[in-house]
Nanobody
């Protein structure tokens, strides 16, 4: 069993920055994809960004140019640097770990991000 714990959320003004961290309970190596998703009440959880073990990153259109995802070499942590935040970035952000072509799919408990003046 793998546990994911998010940290770094909170309240920030529009235009500000936040860095989210996701700690994985054990080293997972390079065969897993780590990602960040977000959910706004009344909507589905959507992908923000994800990164492979080879450090290949993929971003949602709304995140491109503003957010940067990274992971530790050991694969036991993931980060989401969020710049130029907008009120519409408000939501609960979830860390996700999955292994392609398998049923392995873990979620963190989620962390609230509020962008407001």
């Amino acid at each position: 069993q793998v546990q994911l714990v998010e940290s770094g959320g909170g309240l920030v003004q529009p235009g500000g920055s936040l860095t989210l961290s996701c700690t994985v309970s054990r080293d997972i190596g390079s065969t897993y994809i780590l990602g960040w998703y977000r959910q706004v009440p009344g909507t589905q959880r959507t992908l923000v960004a994800q990164v492979t073990g080879a450090a290949i990153a993929d971003y949602a259109d709304f995140a491109k140019g503003r957010f940067t995802i990274s992971r530790s070499n050991a694969g036991n942590a993931a980060y989401l640097q969020m710049d130029s935040l907008k009120p519409e970035d408000t939501g609960v952000y979830y860390c996700n770990l999955r292994r392609p072509l398998t049923t392995i799919n873990y979620w963190g408990q989620g962390i609230q991000v509020n962008v407001s003046s």
